[in-house]
């Protein structure tokens, strides 16, 4: 692939996340702690899905991404977002018979509604999950 072609599938990605993360969801959740949480779920750009979620957890946001590829040994690089920047980043392998992963982080709880992004992408394929909520 050329410098072009990669600059040009890295601005779409990025566009589509910005766009998913402001158009799930107009309804913030509940920040209080133990529960009011929120979930959306979605395709990815093959046959995977991908699942996002975010409760109230003592003042802060428990966030968990989700990617179910019902292939076990893949590697996913994942990057969840929060209001814009990264809060969290890395690398999971897919597992058990489901060939899924799951991560899950704390964030800090912003005052008024948190946007709330999630990526990941199949190293060897290049499948992309993205998806987002506000909370």
């Known amino acids: 692939m050329n410098t072009h072609h990669n600059i040009v599938r890295r601005t779409a990605a990025t566009a589509s996340l910005l766009?998913?993360?402001g158009a799930v969801s107009t309804f913030p959740a509940a920040a209080?702690?133990?529960?009011?949480?929120?979930q959306h779920r979605g395709s990815c750009s093959h046959s995977s899905d991908w699942k996002l979620s975010a409760k109230g957890d003592d003042g802060r946001?428990?966030?968990e991404g989700e990617v179910d590829s019902n292939v076990s040994g893949q590697t996913w690089t994942w990057r969840i977002l929060h209001n814009?920047?990264?809060?969290?980043?890395?690398?999971a392998t897919t597992g058990g018979a489901s060939g899924s992963f799951t991560v899950r982080r704390l964030l800090v709880n912003t005052a008024g509604v948190d946007s709330i992004g999630w990526r990941a992408t199949n190293a060897a394929s290049g499948e992309t999950c993205v998806g987002g909520l506000r909370f």
């Open 19 to 21: 766009l998913a993360v």
């Open 32 to 38: 209080q702690g133990g529960g009011g949480g929120i």
């Open 61 to 63: 946001i428990e966030v």
């Open 84 to 91: 814009g920047s990264t809060s969290a980043h890395g690398t």
